[in-house]
């Protein structure tokens, strides 16, 4: 979804649904009504909400009608629809989504980053082929474990002490996601999903009343910015163009003119030879000649010269070791 937040799924950049929310008996929605939210959802954000989430729509909203002391949904659509009320229909997208994300998703994609792409780059950079410079997008970033995995890697392997500069931009539609994201906490039980080297070297552990808790350390946040992005909508990033982006598990929520928008103004942001990661159920190649498959769920930018072939840290916190 833009910005990687979807309805009804797990997403990337990663989204699910809570299946077991069940709708309120204050609420009700009639079909016509239904459709009304179909379409201001999809205006704001390329998803189309399909018709078996009249249950998800009504307790998604049933919270944010009771703090604006609002009795129905008809009275809300009414309200969120004004041309003037962008800050609520950006809190409606907020409440109608949910992000499902954890540290090292996907951990082929991330060897391949390893072993095939962060290698070539340093053997590039050695002989003058390319600057020390790398740029990463993370479109869909949700509550930041992707972009904050990424940020590790390039500063284990491309280290700022030998000269290189490597940021990330991160973004999502969701401004809730962003706020957590931004303060890089997550609860000391996700440790397990991080290479033990990585979870010692980035990770801190939380103490006193900030037991049970790990913190990113205050060099990798540092390295990535976290920005609100509507990905159905056209933009002009300054970062770019990226080296790589990730926007994985987030196309299969955009209807087909949505998802080529999206992916168009990706690879418009993205160098000659820069690499796309997706998620595993999204296939490109057929449609998107622009792209190559260089590995499943990895493409390059058509239009490389060689390609990759066909194949500080807060007193609550201590350094963070595994026990």
């Known amino acids: 979804m833009p910005a990687g937040t979807a309805a009804g799924r797990d997403?990337?950049?990663?989204?699910?649904?809570?299946?077991?929310?069940?709708q309120p008996p204050q609420l009700s929605v009639s079909p016509a009504l239904f459709q009304k939210f179909q379409k201001l959802i999809y205006a704001e954000t390329g998803i189309w909400l399909g018709s078996s989430k009249t249950a998800l729509l009504c307790g998604r909203l049933f919270r944010r009608l009771r703090t604006l002391g609002i009795t129905s949904l008809q009275s809300y659509y009414q309200c969120v629809a004004q041309p003037d009320q962008h800050e609520e229909r950006a809190r409606m997208i907020d409440a109608i989504t949910t992000n499902e994300t954890r540290f090292y998703r996907e951990p082929r994609q991330f060897e391949f980053m390893v072993q095939s792409v962060l290698s070539r780059w340093r053997a590039e950079a050695e002989h003058q082929l390319r600057p020390k410079r790398v740029r990463i997008?993370?479109?869909g970033c949700s509550s930041g474990e992707e972009p904050y995995t990424v940020a590790m890697l390039l500063a284990r392997h491309l280290p700022a002490e030998e000269?290189?500069?490597?940021?990330?931009?991160a973004t999502d539609i969701s401004n809730r996601v962003l706020e957590k994201a931004r303060k890089g906490i997550y609860p000391m039980a996700r440790s397990t999903?991080?290479?033990?080297?990585?979870?010692?070297s980035f990770m801190l552990r939380g103490m006193a009343e900030r037991q049970g808790e790990?913190?990113?350390?205050?060099?990798?946040?540092?390295m990535v910015e976290f920005r609100r992005l509507n990905?159905?909508?056209e933009s002009d990033l300054c970062e770019g163009p990226f080296d790589a982006i990730f926007c994985r598990n987030v196309l299969i929520y955009f209807d087909a003119a949505s998802k080529r928008?999206?992916?168009?103004?990706?690879?418009?942001?993205?160098?000659?030879n820069g690499l796309l990661f997706v998620g595993h159920a999204e296939n490109l190649h057929s449609v998107f000649p622009q792209l190559q498959s260089v590995e499943p769920t990895i493409y390059t930018k058509v239009g490389n010269k060689e390609g990759f072939g066909e194949r500080t840290a807060s007193p609550a916190f201590e350094t963070c070791a595994r026990s």
């Open 11 to 22: 997403s990337g950049a990663s989204r699910q649904v809570d299946a077991r929310l069940e």
């Open 137 to 139: 997008w993370s479109a």
């Open 163 to 169: 000269g290189w500069d490597a940021r990330l931009l």
């Open 193 to 200: 999903e991080l290479p033990k080297d990585l979870l010692h």
């Open 214 to 222: 790990m913190k990113v350390k205050v060099e990798i946040q540092q």
């Open 231 to 233: 990905l159905d909508q």
């Open 261 to 272: 928008r999206v992916v168009e103004n990706l690879v418009r942001h993205l160098m000659a």
